[in-house]
T-cell receptor, first 116, second 115 residues
């Protein structure tokens, strides 16, 4: 069965500093996609960044970047120049093709607090 | 582009009552998903539709949960009768492509409290 593990239930960082959130996953697929989602108190799941497993280059989106280690099945998220608005739950997810079509398997999340 | 619409935003019911949630996906998105997110956990897939057909409902508690997507557009998720452990946020999502999950977008969810 596909699994996604986030080992840090909570993290905090000072404003303007850098923080890294960890994620490991297990999949039997050769081609798959990995995601980081942000969920603020409004409950809206917001896509932060997406990585295609067949691409060796790490994805970046402005202040957000990933360290994708395919052999180790590791997919960490780095947030640079942290802002107060980055305070939220962050979920790592992997595509699941256990059925005939794809959906997402999520980790349990990391609660990130950015302190002024 | 309009997002995924869900209603109601909040619902409080007593155990053994029934409840229904509605979702309207992004126009043109063939794939629709319902997730259950219990407090402190990540979302868990309940059911997935491709157009108006069910492609994965392996984690749907079929003795009390049902869902339909008539005409392949909007969808309704129903719980009857509700149990205390059904208290959760119910998230709807839609995507353009079922393989790459391109355009995968979530709604704001419905928070259900069963008392």
């Amino acid at each position: 069965a596909q699994t996604v593990t986030q080992s840090q239930p909570e993290m905090s960082v000072q404003e303007a500093e850098t923080v890294t959130l960890s994620c490991t996953y297990d999949t039997s697929e050769n081609n798959y996609y990995l995601f980081w989602y942000k969920q603020p108190p409004s409950r809206q799941m917001i896509l932060v960044i997406r990585q295609e497993a067949y691409k060796q280059q790490n994805a970046t989106e402005n202040r957000f970047s990933v360290n994708f280690q395919k052999a180790a099945k590791s997919f960490s998220l780095k947030i640079s120049d942290s802002q107060l608005g980055d305070t939220a739950m962050y979920f790592c997810a992997c595509t699941n093709y256990g059925g005939s079509q794809g959906n997402l398997i999520f980790g349990k999340g990391t609660k990130l607090s950015v302190k002024p | 582009e309009a997002g995924v619409a869900q209603s109601p935003r909040y619902k409080i019911i007593e155990k053994r009552q029934s409840v229904a949630f509605w979702c309207n996906p992004i126009s043109g998105h063939a794939t629709l998903y319902w997730y259950q997110q219990i407090l402190g956990q990540g979302p868990k897939l309940l059911i997935q539709f491709q157009n108006n057909g069910v492609v994965d409902d392996s984690q749907l508690p079929k003795d009390r949960f049902s869902a339909e997507r008539l005409k392949g557009v909007d969808s309704t998720l129903k719980i009857q009768p509700a149990k205390l452990e059904d208290s959760a946020v119910y998230l709807c999502a839609s995507s353009l492509d079922y393989r790459s999950l391109l355009g995968y977008t979530f709604g704001s969810g419905t928070r259900l409290t069963v008392v």
